[in-house]
């Protein structure tokens, strides 16, 4: 396979230590793609992980630590992620993998994530990047073809970013793909972005589908074939008003004589009121049930209205077809980048593969995961209870003991 020969090719002059880590990566990608398609990255945080990561320097005292943990709740306490340790951070990371293009070929990019703690705003997503990226270096301005995956932030921002880098363009989908209530609990959560050589894609979370379509129509990949004609002028007669005022419709006689307000009919004179001091007392003024306002005659449809006008539309010349926005010559890294003002997010499970029954398959023990993570959430909620509930009763025995009394 033309990965397995780049790989092998380009780490030749690798040092002892990097090239087992590589290696490591390279075995499991064949003996996965050996029984399903072609598995280019496979990384589930086992064995010596750390050795196939890489963390930036770039933010400096700003970098956050991962911890290597199953976190608070799992399925499997030996089956293990990374996880943000600390508040108000950034995380950098990447990991090399053989160098691919999914030219023809069908492209699968799918990982999971757990928010353990209760997260207000960070992101959770992943971005996968071309050869020759500077991994000591890597930031928010390195080169990217696709990140994907969670963002949240307040009640503003809570999506699944798809965000297409084209043209030396970074291009978000012009509808956002909203994260749902259950997406943001503390539980395992597998998110896949499917990429076809027909131009179409899909978005899964946890196997359902959240979107899909046609990556031209949903992303402004292209200018848009049709636009505004230039030379077309609205025509001066053009009646732009949809309604008008009823020629027929005529003020009924004695409208204007009628007040906005009348004296209260219900008041009385106080008993108390001294004409002499006080004066000639007056009921207080109400509004008039009858009075209904300047008069206007009724409104009617414009018999010589057309509608709103617009232009008619051209061929865009600057229109360009391409039939390959799908595709990318070269993949060769994965990486995380993100800030996080709550830490405790756990990454694992990353694949990219041209296969989606091999996504499928990574993901198939999903609800089991989230139930034993669940049971043991609810396991661990319930013994906080019920310990709070004892301290409140040891409490109110506390208070119902009669007081001593001194020996005289």
């Known amino acids: 396979k033309t990965a397995r020969k780049a790989f092998i090719v380009r780490n030749s002059g690798f040092g002892t230590s990097k090239m087992k880590a590589f290696l490591a990566v390279f075995v499991a990608a064949i003996a996965l793609s050996s029984a399903f398609g072609e598995v280019y990255f496979d990384e589930k945080f086992d064995g010596d ?74 992101g959770a997503y992943l971005k996968v990047m071309p050869k020759g990226i500077d991994q000591k270096n890597f930031n928010g301005e390195t080169v990217y073809n696709i990140m994907f995956g969670p963002d949240i932030c307040g009640y503003s921002t809570s999506r699944i970013h798809a965000i297409f880098n084209y043209n030396g363009k970074n291009l978000e989908k012009k509808e956002e793909v909203k994260l749902s209530y259950s997406d943001k609990d503390s539980f395992t959560h597998f998110y896949t972005l499917i990429v076809k050589p027909d131009n179409t894609y899909e978005i899964l979370v946890d196997g359902q589908s959240r979107a899909s379509g046609k990556l031209e129509n949903d992303w402004d990949f292209l200018e848009p074939k049709e636009i505004d004609d230039p030379e077309d002028h609205k025509p001066a007669d053009w009646v732009d008003e ?29 008993e108390d009121w001294d004409e002499e001091s006080d004066g000639e007392w007056e009921a207080p003024m109400i509004p008039n049930p ?90 661990e909620e319930a013994a906080k209870k019920a310990e709070t509930e004892e301290d409140e009763e040891e409490d109110d025995d506390e208070e119902d003991e009669p007081a001593g009394h001194d020996e005289l």
């Open 49 to 122: 992980w750390s050795s196939r990561w890489v963390q930036s320097s770039f933010k400096g005292k700003d970098q956050g630590k991962l911890a290597h943990t199953a976190g608070k709740y799992f399925y499997d306490a030996n089956d293990k992620g990374i996880q943000t340790s600390e508040d108000n951070r950034w995380y950098t990371t990447s990991a090399e993998f053989p160098e691919f293009s999914n030219e023809g070929k069908t492209l699968v990019i799918q990982y999971s994530i757990k928010f353990e703690e209760k997260h207000d705003c960070g």
């Open 242 to 270: 949809a309604e008008i005022d009823d020629p027929e419709d005529t003020k009924p006689e004695g409208y204007d004589d009628i007040p906005a307000e009348i004296a209260d009919p219900d008041a009385a004179q106080p």
């Open 290 to 379: 009858e009075y209904k306002g300047p008069w206007a005659p009724r409104r009617i449809p414009n018999p010589e209205y057309k509608g709103v006008w617009a232009p008619k539309k051209i061929a865009n010349p600057n229109y360009k077809e391409d039939s390959e926005l799908y595709k990318y010559e070269s993949f060769g890294f994965a990486g995380i980048e993100i800030w996080q003002v709550n830490h405790g997010t756990v990454y694992d499970n990353i694949l990219i593969t041209d296969d989606v029954a091999v996504a499928e398959a990574a993901r198939a023990k999903g609800d089991e995961i989230r139930a034993a993570e669940k049971k043991m959430k609810d396991a």
